[in-house]
């Protein structure tokens, strides 16, 4: 079963109903636009955490600006605050602030004063890249889950199903596509059912496999006296939901859950098996065993057994039968009309065995030349939406329990299908076309047909790797269904799919697609988006409610000046250089005929502003006037440009 084409999948806004309608908002797309879009969420975090830094900064900024007279220190941790851009780029000036004050202020507390500030900057910078590395985990919280949108969503059938004259052609056809299905299942089943199902082709089904029971401890499902001592092994695959184990995605309301059990024997042959010769195929005399569990009126024989025919070296063989009521009648002891019955015929031929074998089913005995195992297949469908079940019965009676079930439209579509597909799900279907190949005792068979030996219940083991098979050929065939086959095959005929049932089939492991959770990509946005808005519009909307209930308007004014245009101002305006306007806006301005900076032969191991006379010249702001008065005085030498030192006990304030 190959996987669809990535033409076949769905692209866009879509609900993954076994999660719900909030969890499981999805968004697929293709592998060149998801990596898009991941790249944009981790750089729109990292935005983000820029943004929490500037709200942090602001707001420890106000807390810590007084009308009182500050240290240096104070008041370059506060431009540092105010200026930096990023939660890094403060931890390292704010590192610089202490190691510069370390030989003038106490060393300790230089250290101990920035600390908390270099940690917050550090643990808010931690967050986000975090937070930006894992934003992809957005496409994990969708999972790999992907929705087949095929054109040729549908299924094969035969041409002509004449029951007075069938088509063999057709039928040719049909057991030749079953063939090819049962193997590609049989290959699945091997990898994913009998191993630790860690294949990577264990993930192209929605689940990698269907979870299912056994019991040892039940009675032979058919009359006692028919069955070997040992009872009945039973395997019950448990309510498989079409949603969440088979993918067909759709409401609870719109699901449809379903249930096999299937019971195995070993049947006895005493009693039912008689030995004669035969000439018919030539003049050699035939030995012959003829197992009779069937009835019909013209003696239909269902299985004879060759003894001369186990010449030279010859491994396992299996024969299958189903005993369909239109074919044959079983025998009494066999016949159910609630289960759909299959006899195997296994014969181990010459297989040698290196240590005795005591399985029923494949051991020696002077009166067993081959051991037989019956199985009995049954079926139930289950509405979720109401709770009504069907009973478990065969596939013959249930179109009529299946009426009584009061399914919808959507529910009686997806039925349909379950329908055919478990019809060649039964364990006959699954073994027929494998034959001895199907079994597991043939996986440690050599060339030379001699085995170290075989478990006591090694027919337990065969009867659970056809279970196994039939669970994995019932997801094949609803994920062929809505792919649709390859190509069509002379004598069958393509029949189109429901069409609201064709849209609904998930898939997973299809490269070139990623699926992301709206719901994290929304939560991405949304938070990241409000971070960043606020940080826009926190420090305006906080100076105009200050100053229109007049509350602490200076903290708004320190922030204003603090700012590293309003600081350049501060220093040209202190040195009497330009006449400016603007002493709390972003951007504060003088006329464009100023010229500013530093006169020439100017101290270039400590530069310093030096005045222009503007005496008699008014002010184009009175305020800047009034607070350019207040320039802060740093003074001694700086060791790294950037960092001003300053005596320690002498107070600055605005």
């Not at 898009?36 to 955490?49: D, H, K, N, P, Y």
């Not at 908390?116 to 957005?138: H, Q, R």
């Not at 005929?493 to 992301?516: A, I, M």
Request: hydrophobic content about 40%; glycine content about 8%.
């Amino acid at each position: 079963m190959s996987l669809p084409a990535a033409s076949q999948i769905y692209t866009g806004v879509w609900i993954n109903w076994s999660r719900g309608v909030v969890l499981g908002s999805t968004i697929t797309l293709t592998q060149r636009n998801g990596s898009l879009l991941t790249a944009f969420l981790g750089i729109f975090v990292t935005a983000a955490g820029t943004a929490c830094w500037r709200i942090l900064s602001f707001l420890i900024h106000q807390h810590r600006s007084k009308q009182l007279l500050n240290d240096a220190i104070h008041h370059q941790q506060q431009v540092i605050l105010r200026n930096s851009g990023t939660p890094g780029e403060a931890a390292w000036q704010m590192t610089q602030v202490a190691w510069h004050w370390r030989k003038i202020a106490n060393r300790p507390k230089s250290i101990l004063r920035s600390l908390p500030l270099v940690i917050l900057a550090i643990c808010n910078m931690t967050l986000f890249t975090i937070a930006g590395v894992f934003s992809a985990e957005v496409t994990k919280a969708a999972g790999n889950e992907t929705l087949i949108r095929s054109p040729t969503c549908g299924y094969l059938s035969q041409t002509n199903i004449r029951e007075d004259l069938p088509d063999y052609e057709a039928i040719a056809a049909f057991n030749a596509k079953d063939a090819n299905d049962t193997l590609a299942a049989s290959v699945y089943s091997r990898a994913c059912y009998d191993s630790s199902h860690g294949g990577s082709q264990c993930y192209q089904y929605p689940t990698a496999y269907i979870p299912w029971t056994n019991r040892t401890d039940v009675p032979c499902p058919f009359e006692d006296n028919i069955c070997k001592d040992m009872g009945g092994f039973e395997m019950d695959s448990g309510l498989i939901d079409s949603d969440q184990t088979l993918g067909t995605n759709a409401k609870t309301s719109d699901r449809v859950q379903y249930r096999m059990v299937t019971t195995c024997s070993i049947l006895r042959t005493k009693g039912y098996a008689y030995e004669f010769n035969s000439t018919d195929s030539g003049t050699d005399v035939q030995h012959l065993i003829r197992y009779d569990y069937v009835t019909s009126a013209d003696d239909r024989v269902l299985f004879e057994y060759n003894t001369n025919d186990v010449v030279g070296k010859n491994g396992y063989a299996l024969t299958p039968y189903a005993l369909l009521d239109n074919l044959t009648d079983p025998i009494p002891a066999l016949n159910r009309t609630d289960a759909a019955i299959t006899l195997m015929f296994l014969a181990p031929n010459t297989v040698e065995y290196a240590r005795p074998v005591l399985d029923p089913c494949t051991m020696y005995t002077a009166d067993q030349w081959i051991g037989v195992l019956a199985c009995a297949d049954q079926f139930q469908f289950r509405n979720p939406a109401n709770g009504m079940s069907t009973p478990l019965t065969s596939l013959k009676f249930m179109p009529e329990e299946v009426a009584k079930l009061e399914y919808n439209q959507l529910q009686t579509a997806t039925v349909v299908n379950l329908y055919r597909t478990v019809g060649t799900g039964t364990t006959y279907h699954s073994v027929q076309s494998l034959g001895a190949n199907a079994l597991r005792a043939s996986d440690t068979l050599g060339s030379n047909f001699i085995q170290i030996g075989l478990p006591d219940n090694q027919w337990m083991i065969e009867a659970a790797a056809m279970f196994s098979l039939s669970m994995a050929k019932l997801q094949q065939q609803i994920l062929s269904h809505a792919v649709g086959p390859k190509g069509f095959h002379e004598g069958l005929t393509f029949v189109k799919g429901d069409k609201d049932l064709c849209q609904r089939q998930k898939v997973r492991g299809v490269s070139g697609f990623l699926s992301f959770s709206v719901l994290g990509v929304s939560i991405i946005l949304i938070l990241g988006g409000l971070l960043i808005f606020t940080a826009l519009v926190l420090d305006t909307l906080v100076g105009l409610i200050r100053r229109s209930s007049h509350r602490e308007d200076h903290k708004s004014v320190q922030w204003a000046v603090d700012e590293k245009l309003q600081l350049q101002r501060l220093a040209f305006e202190g040195a009497g250089q330009g006449r400016w306007a603007g002493g709390t806006d972003a951007v504060p301005t003088t006329s464009m005929d100023e010229l500013l900076g530093f006169k020439p032969g100017f101290n270039q191991n400590h530069p310093r502003l030096v005045g222009n006379d503007f005496s008699g010249v008014q002010l184009a702001d009175e305020t800047a006037e009034s607070e350019a008065s207040t320039m802060i005085a740093m003074v001694k030498k700086s060791e790294t440009p950037g960092v001003t030192v300053q005596e320690t006990g002498q107070l600055l304030q605005y």
